[in-house]
Nanobody, 113 residues
Framework: QVQLVESGGGLVQAGGSLELSCVAS??????FGWYRQAPGKQRELVAT???????TYADSVKGRFTISRDNAKNTVSLQMNSLKPEDTAVYYC?????????WGQGTQVTVSS
C-alpha cells in the first residue's frame, strides 16, 4: 500500500502561480503523476515523471507547469505558473509501482478571472 498526501491547492488570480506537493508513504515508486478533474469532465493527465526524471506534460500546460520529484524524500511537486481559469480543477497525485496505481485524495485549485 502507498498513501499519498497532497497539499498546496487554493485560490489564485489568473496569471498567478501555485505549487502543489505530494508526499508518498514509501519509496521505489516508478512513476509519479499529477492529474486533474474539472466539474463535469473526465480526469485528465497533467504531467508525469519517472524515477529517472523523464517528464511528460499535457499540451495544455506545457511551458507553464513543471513537475519535479525528490526520490530521497518520496515527494513530487507541480509548479504551476501563468495559471488560467481553465486550470480550475481538483488535482490528484498518482503513484505507480510495479504492481499497482495509487491516488491521493485531491486538492482543489481555483483560478479566478
Amino acid at each position: 500500500q502507498v498513501q499519498l498526501v497532497e497539499s498546496g491547492g487554493g485560490l489564485v488570480q489568473a496569471g498567478g502561480s501555485l505549487e502543489l506537493s505530494c508526499v508518498a508513504s514509501r519509496t521505489f515508486l516508478r512513476i509519479f503523476g499529477w492529474y486533474r478533474q474539472a466539474p463535469g469532465k473526465q480526469r485528465e493527465l497533467v504531467a508525469t515523471i519517472t524515477s529517472g526524471g523523464t517528464t511528460t506534460y499535457a499540451d495544455s500546460v506545457k511551458g507553464r507547469f513543471t513537475i519535479s520529484r525528490d526520490n530521497a524524500k518520496n515527494t513530487v511537486s507541480l509548479q504551476m505558473n501563468s495559471l488560467k481559469p481553465e486550470d480550475t480543477a481538483v488535482y490528484y497525485c498518482k503513484a505507480t509501482t510495479a504492481y499497482n496505481d495509487y491516488w491521493g485524495q485531491g486538492t482543489q485549485v481555483t483560478v479566478s478571472s
